[in-house]
């Protein structure tokens, strides 16, 4: 599922840092330049001779979020068409001339921002700047190649739908963010990509396509020339103002209940256990991301323990903070055979409780800070991750200071702001338990847990 594989990725991305050394236990990043256009667009370089490779990526500050009602995915749908051509290039010869230079274009569209971007060997740097620049600033959108576009996106969601573990991902969402635009799948819907047409293509563009609003990276072995040419191609890029913010609805948690949908045939039951949780900017992040390592972000966690190793019920369990610019969701995620439905998540919700009452353990806490820190740097090794890693720091409005007091910060936090952080993130008492099954399978034991159920058909 694209929100859910964007925020693993986000979020193990924001875990990690590039560096050449460190001074009293700060990260020293590489060398970079910022530089602000006239138009708005903030472009960042950060050149790199250790290999002859030119790395681009544009981050749109605005993603799916944004879709209109009733036109949920048009974001993606307009993202991807980048790869069909611009004014003066067809689909066919932009691809071709991609191929050429050993080079592709990969977009992404999350529910908060969007990115595009290519690279290739420095010896094509000028050439693929140019054809970077026109993907981004003339897109052709043609009536022929949406058509076909919106026929494979129809076709994922279609795909979506027969895995359960994705589906579930998404009924959760529904249920728990209901017409918070957070609950709407980037992809859209069958109907809604249907009725998509060229204008709602075109219109999306320019309400996100905004130099003001979007940072350019350039990472690197590149040439002055090819600097040179990059800003004065990305000066064309006109300003245009920003749309007035539209009030979204607010997201409240509510008591425990458990929401089966209902899917005739299925032969395993998935269960997520969820609540709205955090944003990106919440001082604790680091604290609820130890939180949450120690319960069920990492093989030896008390969910993986319990759950798994203990009694057997499933063959994986974990838990997320998915922290965006609204609250995202705290959310335990596993599955199991249908006869041990009721003694899964009774065992879940237990481990929750007691992992509320006693927070982490010395050992646990140092355990998960080792972990962290450890993977901290591994994760970031080349210029495009830590490119990536600046811009999103950019979108949330976060000092870069994250990255270069990152062992510090972690090293430094107390088991008392750890127990702070999972009395705030994990309510027990809030969760909404979303089941999705064979009615016939698990309704009985699901009454015999002696929570609130609902049953709704899974659409």
Request: with cysteine.
């Amino acid at each position: 599922m694209l929100k859910k594989i964007s925020f693993l990725l986000s979020l193990s991305i924001l875990a990690s840092c590039s560096h050449l050394g460190s001074q009293q236990g700060q990260f020293q990043l590489r060398p970079s330049e910022e530089v602000k256009l006239e138009n708005g667009l903030t472009v960042i370089f950060i050149p790199n001779s250790s290999l002859p490779r030119l790395g681009l990526q544009l981050l749109l500050k605005n993603g799916s979020a944004t879709d209109p009602q009733g036109k949920e995915g048009v974001s993606l749908l307009m993202t991807q068409m980048l790869e069909m051509g611009t004014t003066t290039r067809s689909a066919t010869k932009l691809a071709s001339e991609l191929e050429n230079l050993g080079s592709e274009l990969n977009q992404n569209v999350t529910s908060d921002y969007i990115t595009v971007s290519t690279s290739g060997l420095s010896q094509y740097e000028s050439d693929l700047a140019t054809l970077f620049a026109d993907v981004i600033l003339n897109p052709a959108f043609e009536a022929k190649e949406i058509i076909k576009k919106k026929s494979e996106q129809i076709s994922s969601l279609q795909r979506m739908r027969d895995d359960p573990s994705s589906w579930t991902d998404v009924l959760t969402d529904r249920e728990i963010f209901g017409s918070h635009p957070y609950g709407k799948l980037s992809a859209g819907s069958e109907k809604s990509v249907s009725n998509l047409q060229r204008a709602d293509v075109i219109r999306q563009y320019f309400k996100i396509f905004k130099p003001n609003e979007a940072i350019l990276s350039v990472t690197g072995q590149y040439s002055p020339e090819t600097r040179e040419l990059l800003l004065n191609q990305f000066k064309k890029w006109q300003y245009r103002e920003s749309e007035k913010a539209v009030a979204v609805p607010a997201v409240t948690n509510q008591r425990l209940r458990v929401i089966l949908f209902h899917q005739k045939g299925l032969q395993q039951t998935q269960i997520r256990m969820s609540r709205v949780g955090v944003q990106r900017t919440d001082p604790l992040f680091l604290s609820y991301r130890l939180a949450n390592m120690t319960l069920g972000g990492a093989f030896a966690s008390r969910l993986n323990q319990k759950v798994r190793d203990d009694k057997g019920l499933t063959y994986s369990i974990y838990s997320q903070v998915d922290a965006r610019k609204d609250p995202g969701l705290f959310e335990v995620s596993t599955f199991t055979r249908h006869e041990k439905v009721k003694e899964t998540i009774e065992t879940s919700l237990e481990t929750l409780r007691e992992y509320v009452k006693e927070g982490p353990t010395a050992r646990e806490l140092s355990a998960a800070k080792s972990v962290l820190i450890g993977q901290f740097p591994a994760a970031l090794e080349t210029t495009d991750r830590m490119a990536f890693n600046m811009m999103l720091l950019r979108l949330y409005g976060i000092s870069d200071d994250y990255l270069k007091k990152f062992n510090q910060n972690v090293n430094g936090i107390s088991r008392s702001q750890v127990r702070e952080a999972i009395e705030k993130l994990i309510v027990p008492e809030e969760l909404q338990i979303v089941v999705y099954s064979d009615r016939e399978a698990v309704e009985a034991q699901l009454k015999a847990l002696g929570i609130p159920l609902i049953v709704k058909e899974a659409r």
